[in-house]
């Protein structure tokens, strides 16, 4: 009987479905493998925003750990969370199809506050993206949101926000488990 290939995953929605499509892959192969849930630093603490964590591994460290102590035998990372200099002994082996690359506006109401000359109030953990929302909206005030899609949507529903910025492929993930959840 052949031993399952181990796959490290975080939890998060988007981190699972992309483990899936690599189990997937490797069962179209002849491969049997099964996903191996891993919290990283990044899952376990929600408050701080991730440019103080010191962004570099946050949502990796966990996954190399376990890969490098053989409790995994591979590890699906998002290439956005991948640093540049991976540690040693651990090597790049696959890159699945990019996924959409688009960030959306998820709003609560309507867009009236885009033109609106009171400011909105708008909630992302992106660096990049509250940048690129300030260069077109500098009166506007931005938030620190962090956890998962749902978690994220959540807190959208239950703060005073105008809105907030996602991932389009995190949102496509979530709302796949969804649709997989209720079938």
Do not use: C
Not at 87 to 114: H, M, S, T, W
């Amino acid at each position: 009987m052949q031993t399952p290939i181990r796959i490290g995953t975080r939890e998060s929605q988007l981190a699972v479905w992309q483990a899936t499509q690599v189990k997937e892959l490797l069962e179209k192969e002849g491969f049997t493998s099964e996903l191996v849930f891993i919290k990283s630093e990044g899952d376990i603490d929600l408050k701080t925003p991730l440019y103080e964590m010191g962004v570099q591994g946050v949502f990796t460290r966990s996954l190399d750990i376990a890969l490098l102590n053989h409790k995994i035998d591979l590890a699906v990372h998002s290439m956005k969370d991948v640093p540049t200099q991976l540690p040693e002994g651990i090597k790049q082996a696959a890159v699945l199809k990019r996924g959409p690359v688009r960030d959306l506006l998820v709003y609560k109401n309507d867009l009236n506050f885009l033109g609106a000359t009171a400011p909105a109030d708008i909630a992302t953990s992106s660096i990049r993206r509250k940048a690129q929302w300030l260069h077109k909206y500098p009166t506007h005030h931005l938030h620190n949101l962090r956890g998962n899609v749902n978690t994220r949507l959540r807190k959208l529903a239950e703060e005073s926000w105008d809105g907030a910025i996602f991932a389009q492929a995190g949102l496509n993930a979530s709302m796949s488990g969804q649709r997989k959840a209720l079938s």
